[in-house]
């Protein structure tokens, strides 16, 4: 079975200064991985996803993942913050076999919380 | 603008009274679903449908009912809501595509007194 593992439950950091929310899954078959944001009263927003290909997978608002299959691992990472990326941040996991298929079943992790200092 | 609401989007009730939660979406998405966030514990999936008509259970659908009888349309049910299902509700939707991005409501928070 699938799960997904956010090593962080909390990450304060002063603004301008870099990050890295540390996500790792398991999974037994390859996978799809996503970093979804949260902000204040808000739904999910996706970040950036990894489908195939190169490992490294940039996003929105400066953001950016890799993909380390041997380490099972999808680390997001941004070089310096802002107050505004103060928010929760989900990764999540699809097992590719399913995604579009019959299911497209995500496991998500319990969210990190970056919160963002001036 | 491709979206997905859900209403209401606050709602306190009392235990044992029949709800009905909506969810539309605009983006003819095959695939909607359901999910509840909790503190501490992520989101996970109350129930999914793969298209009109067809919807299966995710990973608590215990005390849950969906329909899905237009393809837009995916409302979440509580029959006879209980405490324990005081959540932050969201609705998503998605595409057939391989990897399709799942968007996501803005929430329905719910309290059960």
């Known amino acids: 079975a699938q799960s997904v593992t956010q090593l962080d439950s909390q990450v304060p950091v002063f603004e301008e200064a870099p990050v890295e929310l540390r996500c790792n899954y398991s999974?037994?078959?390859?996978?799809?991985l996503f970093w979804y944001v949260q902000y204040p009263n808000q739904g999910l927003q996706l970040l950036l996803k990894?489908?195939?290909?190169?490992?490294l997978v940039k996003g929105i608002n400066g953001f950016e993942a890799e993909f380390n299959k041997s380490q099972t691992s999808f680390h997001l990472r941004k070089p310096s913050v802002h107050i505004s990326d103060t928010a929760e941040y989900f990764c999540?996991?699809?097992?590719?076999?399913?995604?579009?298929?019959?299911?497209?079943?995500?496991?998500f992790g319990k969210g990190t919380k970056l919160s963002v200092k001036p | 603008e491709a979206q997905v609401t859900q209403n209401p989007r606050y709602l306190i009730t009392v235990t044992g009274k029949k709800l009905t939660v909506t969810c539309s979406q605009n983006?003819?998405?095959?695939?909607m679903s359901w999910y509840r966030q909790d503190p501490g514990l992520g989101l996970r999936q109350i129930y999914y449908?793969?298209?009109?008509?067809?919807?299966d259970k995710g990973d608590v659908p215990e005390g849950y009912k969906v329909s899905r009888k237009e393809k837009r349309n995916f409302p979440l049910i509580l029959e006879s809501p209980s405490p324990n299902q005081t959540s932050l509700y969201f609705c998503?939707?998605?595409?057939?595509?391989?990897?399709?991005?799942?968007?996501f409501g803005p929430g329905t928070r719910l309290t059960v007194l």
């Open positions: 999540a996991v699809s097992e590719s076999l399913n995604y579009g298929g019959s299911q497209g079943n995500l496991i």
């Open positions: 999974s037994s078959v390859s996978v799809y």
């Open positions: 990894y489908l195939s290909g190169s490992t």
């Open positions: 983006m003819n998405h095959e695939y």
């Open positions: 449908s793969m298209n009109v008509e067809v919807t």
């Open positions: 998503a939707s998605w595409g057939r595509r391989v990897g399709d991005t799942q968007y």
